[in-house]
């Protein structure tokens, strides 16, 4: 019973780390970006960073939804059935 418990987290984590980090990645290369152009102009604005991030993270969650929803239903479908 325990080993199936701990299976089922591991697949339960699993999902979520390959769901969110498409968003998470983008939302990173946009910060990078956004300091390198922030250290290049020497302007040190923390909306400048905070708003184009934001927005390609949402993006990127409206562009990406239909595959994190699959794989969502995908892994419910598994666990509900009960085979691993």
């Known amino acids: 019973m325990t080993e199936l418990l701990v299976d089922a987290l591991s697949s339960?984590?699993?999902v979520v780390l390959v769901v969110a980090a498409?968003?998470?990645?983008?939302?990173?290369?946009?910060?990078?970006l956004m300091s390198v152009l922030q250290a290049?102009?020497?302007?040190?604005?923390?909306?400048?960073?905070?708003?184009?991030r934001l927005?390609?993270?949402?993006?990127?969650?409206?562009m990406l939804m239909g595959w994190?929803?699959?794989?969502?239903?995908?892994?419910a479908q598994v666990m509900f059935s009960g085979t691993t």
């Open 40 to 52: 290049m102009t020497q302007v040190q604005e923390q909306t400048l960073s905070l708003v184009p």
């Open 12 to 14: 339960a984590l699993s």
């Open 68 to 75: 994190m929803l699959s794989e969502i239903i995908q892994f």
């Open 22 to 32: 498409p968003v998470l990645l983008i939302g990173l290369a946009v910060s990078v």
């Open 55 to 62: 927005l390609a993270m949402m993006i990127a969650t409206l």
